[in-house]
């Protein structure tokens, strides 16, 4: 598979708001597979390394691929540019969701169903640790809403009794009731079942839920509960958007910046008076 066959791919599993290009190095690097450059939109992959007995590893290569890319529609959502920190939910979930489409195109191997041994300890994780640990974190926060009840009869705090007595986190505490008064399912893990016992509005965690039951990684539900940038970007941006999004964005931060000085002087006049 060489440079061009791998642009075809990804593009096939989600189309590029603004043009990269997709460049073998050549080389082998201890360091990484692979990297994305921003200010060019090149995806520089190391191909050397996913050669082994004289074969090249094209699966690996592609996820390699789609890793890049996903930083690529990542920075496309944000106007082509990136931050300093590029590897945020954000990220992961697009990178999630590219992975996702990709296996359902037959593009992508799942090399995690390559393996009887894995899938039986992962079902074993998820049965005996995950959901097992999620219950009783559940069955902690029915006993405790009992002790709540308890305290109010005889006239003592229930802060007071998960300070002093149980001598857990009162947010722990008030998590685990959330989970058993939102009936949550605990198949999710104690992880997800804390973010979604954070999450106030019904609906909302109904949906997010269902979502992770479903399959969705926890960063693809993070981003599209939280509103954030969309797992994938909603509609190509051309290049004359990308242009008004960041005029835009200049327009505010000198407005904030006006102000940010108005308040400087505001308060260099009122140290002057003191």
Same mark, same amino acid.
């Given at each position: 598979?060489?440079?061009?066959q ?9 189309d590029?708001?603004l043009e990269?290009?997709?460049?073998? %190095? ?9 990297l994305?450059k921003?200010? !060019? ?9 996913f050669? %082994?007995?004289?074969?090249? +590893?094209d699966?690996?290569?592609l996820? !390699? ?7 690529h ?6 106007g082509?540019?990136?931050?300093a920190r590029s590897?945020?939910?954000e990220?992961?979930a697009?990178?999630h ?16 169903a390559? %393996?009887?041994e894995l899938?039986?300890l992962t079902e074993?994780i998820r049965g ?6 999620g ?6 926060g029915?006993?405790? $809403?009992k002790a709540?009840? $308890?305290c ?5 705090r ?8 149980l ?5 722990a505490?008030?998590?685990? =009731?959330?989970?058993?008064?939102? +009936?949550?399912?605990?198949q ?6 804390r ?8 609906d ?7 979502a992770?039951?479903?399959?969705? %990684?926890?960063d693809?539900?993070? !981003? ?13 941006l051309?290049e ?9 964005e200049? =327009?505010?931060?000198?407005? !904030?910046?006006?102000?940010l ?14």
């Amino acid at each position: 598979m060489n440079q061009d066959q791998v642009k075809e791919l990804l593009l096939s599993i989600e189309d590029a708001p603004l043009e990269f290009q997709v460049i073998f %190095s050549g080389k082998k690097s201890a360091k990484v597979n692979g990297l994305y450059k921003p200010d !060019t939109r090149e995806i520089i992959i190391h191909n050397r390394n996913f050669k %082994s007995d004289g074969r090249q +590893d094209d699966n690996l290569l592609l996820y !390699t691929a789609i890793h890049e890319y996903a930083h690529h529609l990542h920075a496309c959502s944000r106007g082509g540019k990136l931050s300093a920190r590029s590897h945020t939910t954000e990220f992961w979930a697009i990178f999630h969701a590219l992975l996702e489409k990709a296996e359902a195109k037959d593009l992508y191997r799942n090399v995690f169903a390559d %393996s009887p041994e894995l899938e039986k300890l992962t079902e074993k994780i998820r049965g005996k640790y995950l959901a097992e640990n999620g219950k009783l974190l559940k069955e902690l926060g029915e006993q405790l $809403l009992k002790a709540h009840e $308890l305290c109010g009869v005889i006239g003592a705090r229930f802060e007071d009794y998960v300070d002093r007595i149980l001598r857990i986190p009162r947010v722990a505490a008030n998590m685990a =009731i959330k989970m058993f008064q939102y +009936d949550l399912d605990p198949q999710v893990g104690p992880d997800n079942m804390r973010f979604l016992a954070g999450i106030r509005s019904e609906d909302d965690r109904v949906a997010a839920e269902k979502a992770l039951v479903g399959g969705k %990684s926890p960063d693809m539900v993070k !981003t599209a509960i939280k509103g954030g940038v969309p797992v994938l970007p909603a509609k190509p941006l051309r290049e004359g958007d990308v242009k008004a999004r960041l005029e835009k964005e200049k =327009i505010r931060l000198e407005r !904030t910046i006006a102000n940010l000085s108005r308040r400087l002087d505001e308060i260099e006049r009122e140290l002057e008076e003191l």
